[in-house]
């Protein structure tokens, strides 16, 4: 998968219109460009099937998604193992984000490529979210493709072997009762591989996600601490 999905962003380059919204987001550009960050501009979707997927197509793959950013997921080792798509159409229910699978494989963890040989580990929601923080912090993230999907994260801390484990999640998880039963899952969980798990808080007035929190310089003001704070 890694070779097929390499050989996709290499077609590609990123679009005014994203370089615009990873620089807002405090995202440079160059260095999104970097880590495999692409933008999408055909839509090729068949009638029938999962969308969206891979379309056979002559000797390789054709990429059947909406218009918008690509975004790389990458496993411990740097291989690429799928991409999530931000349409730039940001109408209808479908979510911010849909995941492109391929050969159908269900959506896996992403490892930051950028921390490399941090002593512990963070654990968010979403990539790009994941690259972002890793980017403000110089340590390394796991970015989940959502709340609940956990495929790889056991192998790639493994891989990692940090000291803690570190849960960054928005900082209004504790408010919707599914997401906070998913964490409090995904936290006894981890515990229970004998990861040592303790939890970024901040005040929601800072920024909702752990990367606005940085983007916007408020790093110092994020606490780690060993219980929930919806525990409380």
């Known amino acids: 998968m890694d070779a097929e999905l390499a050989r996709v962003l290499d077609r590609l380059d990123l679009s005014p219109e994203e370089e615009a919204a990873l620089s807002r987001r405090g995202f440079p550009p160059p260095i999104a460009r970097e880590l ?23 000797a390789g793959w054709v990429l059947a998604a909406p218009a918008g ?15 999530q798509v931000r349409p730039r159409d940001q109408s209808g229910n479908k979510g911010k984000y849909r995941q492109v699978s391929a050969g159908g494989f269900p959506a896996s963890v992403h490892v930051s490529r950028l921390g490399e040989g941090s002593p512990r580990v963070w654990i ?53 009762p599914h997401v906070r039963r998913s964490l409090q899952h995904l936290s006894e969980m981890l515990s229970l591989s004998g990861w040592r798990v303790r939890w970024a808080v901040w005040e929601k007035s800072l920024g909702k996600g752990i990367d606005d929190v940085l983007t916007e310089g408020h790093g110092g ?11 409380r």
């Open 124 to 176: 968010t929601e979403g990539a790009l979210k994941a690259d972002i923080a890793s980017l403000y912090t110089g340590e390394r993230f796991i970015g989940l493709p959502g709340v609940s999907s956990f495929r790889g994260l056991e192998e790639a801390l493994k891989g990692l072997r940090p000291q803690k484990v570190v849960l960054a999640f928005d900082a209004d998880y504790g408010d919707n």
């Open 69 to 83: 950013l690509l975004i790389p997921f990458r496993d411990q080792e740097g291989r690429l193992v799928g991409l």
């Open 36 to 58: 495999g960050y692409r933008s999408y501009e055909e839509e090729r979707w068949p009638k029938r099937g999962k969308l969206p997927i891979w379309l056979p197509r002559g």
């Open 221 to 231: 003001q994020v606490r780690i601490q060993a219980s929930p704070p919806f525990a």
